[in-house]
Each structure stands twice: as structure tokens, then as C-alpha cells.
């Protein structure tokens, strides 16, 4: 009998694909900046916050900048972003995101949202997802970012379920180490090459049903046992 009371998401990478905005706007800033920032940069700030990344582009471009630079700079990234966000469409949701997460309310396990943006709930109105969840926890309310587990323990807080009956979804190694440091089962969205410490990969929500993430969730728990 499985364990797993709740699954707590990621948004960017599993939800929706916003990795291209965030590259796009990081990108204009680059070029105003004076250097190149291209795909494989990008990697890097996956799942990171919007300050850090500053600070990951600036070393990209060995660019040295005032805090006060630094806040306008960052406020510029966020509203070009927010222009490409702006036009998005509930189409736009990852294939199998919305289903997965009707299938896990369905069957009683609690949803959250766990995510180091600022910009979750315009994006999750956008989609027209924002009922599915039970939580949202976003970067507005978290002072440490993935890999530091603090996301995915506020959200077993909130929903009042023990963090190692909670499963993690995630497409960035620092959440998968976050979620590792939370107690909570793993679940990579991506490539197992990258998602080298997740307890289960799959190329995306589409690929994994409630029978398949209880299998994995027994299988870890009798790993343990
Ligand atoms: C994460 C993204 O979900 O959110 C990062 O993977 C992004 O790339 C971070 O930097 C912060 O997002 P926002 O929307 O607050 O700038
Ligand atoms: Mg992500």
C-alpha cells in the first residue's frame, strides 16, 4: 500500500516550457550588456532565482555591476519577460501537466505548486490551472532557493502531510537535490544523464501515471526499509 499523500510541482520545465522566455529576455540583456549569451548558458539558471541568476550572467559576461544596477537590471529582465508571458495561452501547458494533475486530485493526493518564481500566479491564471492546486508556493515566499529544500517543506507544511509521503516533480538538478534534502521521493522531468540523483525519470507528465509514481514510491520505501 502506497505511502504517497501529495505531489508538489515544479513550474518551469514541468508545467510549461517558460525557459525559452526567461532566455530570450536574459539574451536582450546580454546584448545591451556588451557580450553573448547563448542556449547552453541558459542551462545554468534553470531553477535558479532571478537575483543569482543575475549574478550567473554577469560572470558569463565577466561584466561588474553597483546593487543598484543590479535591482534595475533585474526589474528590465522581468518586464521584458513578463511581455512574452503576457501572450501566452492555457495551450501552452506541457503535454499531459493539466491531466496528471486531474488524476492526482481524483485519487485524494493533494497538489502544490513549488517553485522559485516570482511570476507563478500570473502564469498559472494564464493557463487557467490555478484552482488544480491546493497549495502555491512561490518565490515571493521563500528566502532560500533550490537545492536549499525549503520550497517543498513549506508546502508539506501547508498541506499538513509528512514530507516523506510527499513526491517531487522536477527538470532541474538543484531541485532534485532540494527534494533529496526534503525527504521526499524524486521524480526527474527530463533527461536521466542530468536527473543522474532522481529516484524516476520520465521525458515528461504525459509518460508517468498515479500506478507508475506508487510503484516508484514503494520501491524506494522498501530500498529503505
Ligand atoms: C525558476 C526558473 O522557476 O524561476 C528560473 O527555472 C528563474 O530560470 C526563476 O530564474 C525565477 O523566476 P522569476 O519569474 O521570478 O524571474
Ligand atoms: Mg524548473
Redo the contacts with the bound molecule.
Sequence with gaps: MSMLEACLF????VIVDT?KY?FLAWRQIAQELGFVFTEADNER??????QR?LEILLEIGGVALEPVDKERIAAKK?AL?LQYVHKMRPEEILPGARDFLIECRKVGLKTALA?????AQVILDLLQIAALFDVVMD?NKVSRTKPDPEVFLNCARDLGVAPSRCAVFED?EAGIEAAIAADMLSIGIGQPEILKRADLVVPGLAHISIAGLRAASDKKKNAVA
Design positions: 515544479d513550474l518551469d520545465g525557459a526567461h539558471l534553470k531553477g535558479v532565482s532571478r541568476s522581468n519577460y517553485t522559485a518564481s516570482r511570476n518565490g532541474a
